[in-house]
């Protein structure tokens, strides 16, 4: 015969707690959705107007940001950390960076600034027809 004994509300409750803050950690971290790589297929962006001349603009929902380092010329990358696969959340300047683990990174070179990431963003491919910015592979 086993005999169980039942779980005291100390137990319980710590049980619930420990899963509780497991789930909020999964969720800070769990911001890996879509192709690190950028669109899959060609997304229209919007005016090349709102991207600044020696800044960066972010298209979060996109996943992609897009940098004019010099008027007219403009280079696109991956708004997905190559850390642990979250979307960046904001640009500065041309400093991209990261919520989940503070990497940032170069919106002109897509190198690593500050890790913990080690990959820069990669390369997303650009065009600019009509003053619209289209990401993702070519058409």
């Known amino acids: 015969m086993?005999?169980?004994?039942?779980?005291?509300?100390r137990t319980v409750l710590r049980g619930a707690?420990?899963?509780?803050?497991?789930?909020?950690?999964?969720?800070?971290?769990?911001?890996?959705?879509?192709?690190?790589?950028?669109?899959?297929?060609?997304?229209q962006l919007g005016p090349a107007g709102?991207?600044?001349?020696?800044?960066?603009?972010?298209?979060?929902?996109d996943k992609v940001v897009v940098s004019q380092p010099q008027q007219g010329t403009f280079k696109?990358?991956?708004?997905?950390?190559t850390h642990q696969g979250c979307v960046v959340d904001s640009v500065k300047g041309t400093t991209v960076s990261c919520p989940c683990h503070g990497s940032q990174?170069?919106?002109?070179?897509?190198?690593?600034?500050?890790?913990?990431?080690?990959?820069?963003?990669?390369?997303?491919?650009?065009?600019?027809?009509?003053?619209t910015i289209t990401a993702g592979p070519a058409s």
């Not at 696109?76 to 950390?81: E, G, I, L, N, R």
């Open 17 to 43: 707690a420990l899963a509780g803050a497991a789930g909020l950690g999964l969720a800070a971290c769990g911001g890996k959705t879509g192709s690190a790589d950028g669109p899959t297929k060609p997304v």
């Open 105 to 131: 990174f170069d919106a002109e070179t897509g190198a690593v600034v500050q890790g913990p990431a080690t990959k820069p963003l990669p390369a997303v491919h650009l065009t600019v027809t009509g003053g």
């Open 2 to 9: 086993t005999s169980e004994v039942p779980a005291c509300r």
């Open 76 to 81: 696109a990358f991956s708004a997905v950390c």
């Open 50 to 61: 709102e991207v600044p001349v020696g800044g960066a603009k972010l298209y979060r929902d």
